[in-house]
């Protein structure tokens, strides 16, 4: 059976006025991520990481932020056009392992409807897509709630 494997990293900032969309869920917060799309930063990650495996680019090459198409688009309908693109190269998705890195709010009790939410997208089973959160011990643009990161990786399957 053929393997590959893939990483993805993304950032963006932290702004008021706009909601906070991570892992395909809306999260009550004061702030949103600041972004051409609804900047679900752990759905790109996500995005980069499959689309590394799959040597197919990065999420910008698919979907340029100048494109007035992918404006304020829900990042779960990018995530579902990556895995469209892999099906195509004849892949599917082993399992996603990702991990969030923000200040505030507190993530954890909201990781499990993530999973509910990508796990269908990714066609995987609940099982095989684990998001974990950390702070950034106050240190440094994440630190002082400006910003959020995620990584992910991707492990995909030849068909
Ligand atoms: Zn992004």
């Known amino acids: 059976m053929k393997i590959k494997v893939g990483l993805g990293y993304d950032v963006h900032q932290l702004v008021e006025g706009r909601k906070l969309w991570l892992g395909g869920i809306e ?20 995005c980069d990481a499959i689309l590394g495996a799959a040597n197919l680019r990065d999420i910008g090459f698919h979907f340029p932020n100048t494109d007035k198409n992918f404006k304020d688009i829900d990042s779960k309908k990018l995530l579902a056009k990556v895995i469209e693109l892999i099906e195509a190269k004849g892949y599917k998705i082993g399992n996603v392992d990702a991990t969030l890195s923000l200040e505030t709010p507190k993530i954890n009790q909201h990781i499990e409807e993530m999973q509910k939410v990508l796990a269908p997208i990714l066609k995987v089973a609940l099982d095989d897509i684990s ?9 440094g643009y994440v630190g002082n709630e400006q910003g959020v990161n995620a990584w992910a990786v991707a492990l995909i399957e030849k068909i």
């Open 27 to 46: 999260i009550p917060h004061h702030k949103g991520c600041e972004g051409h799309s609804d900047a679900d930063v752990l759905i790109h990650a996500i």
């Open 131 to 139: 998001i974990k959160a950390t702070t950034n011990e106050k240190l």
